[in-house]
């Protein structure tokens, strides 16, 4: 005679099951670590905006741009919404830059050659917040970086963050001097600029 029992478990909805075990389900973060060389790398699970994502690097050794060997955790942009179009066909934008995910995106990355000929010096700010896609740091250096910039000075600006393990640098694109006005300056003593204006800085 066989000793198998029938159990039945009632699983409400939006709920999971492991075995008898009912329990809220974890958070979907829209990705997952793994350790690369004793480093966290991120692997994207849900899809992200191509345009605000920094996914590609510059590889000083071929002197040509390819996509990342390791993807830090704010690298990816997540923040998407569904919209229907004019024939009723749902399709994906990004909420922080509005990029239409059915269009083909051609990405950039800053060439860091001329750094090879020229001597910088960075101003270097340590853990920026970070929030609704932006970083955000003291207004000071932004102000000096930006007067040298227009003086023709060698100042760029950096940016550390830590997060667990990993340290990301990102340094200021040129580009983002030519008109500060676009930035959140809301918050006393800082100045939000969004991460589409950093490129990673290699050393």
């Known amino acids: 005679m066989s000793d198998f029992k029938h159990i039945t478990v009632d699983i409400p909805y939006g ?10 389900p974890d958070d979907d973060k829209g990705y997952y670590e793994r350790t690369m060389q004793n480093k966290i790398s991120v692997v994207p699970t849900t899809p992200y905006c191509p345009s605000c994502s920094a996914t590609l690097e510059y590889d000083s050794r071929s002197g040509k741009v390819k996509p990342k060997w390791m993807l830090q955790h704010n690298d990816l942009e997540f923040q998407l919404s569904y919209r229907e179009d ?17 269009k083909e995106v051609i990405q950039t990355i800053e060439d860091e050659k001329e750094t090879k000929t020229k001597v910088f010096r960075d101003i270097v700010v340590s853990n920026p917040s970070y929030r609704n896609g932006c970083y955000y740091i003291p207004i000071e250096p932004f102000i000096e970086v930006a007067k040298a910039h227009s003086q023709g000075g060698r100042l760029k ?17 040129d580009e983002a001097f030519k008109d500060a006005r676009q930035f959140d300056s809301s918050s006393n003593g800082l100045l939000g600029i969004h991460k589409r204006h950093w490129a990673a800085a290699f050393k």
């Open 86 to 102: 004019e024939e009723g066909d749902l399709y994906a934008e990004c909420d922080v830059c509005g990029f239409d995910l059915r």
């Open 157 to 173: 600006l950096c940016i550390k963050q830590h997060i667990g393990p990993s340290v990301n640098t990102y340094r200021l694109k």
């Open 15 to 24: 709920y999971s099951a492991r075995g008898t075990i009912v329990s809220e």
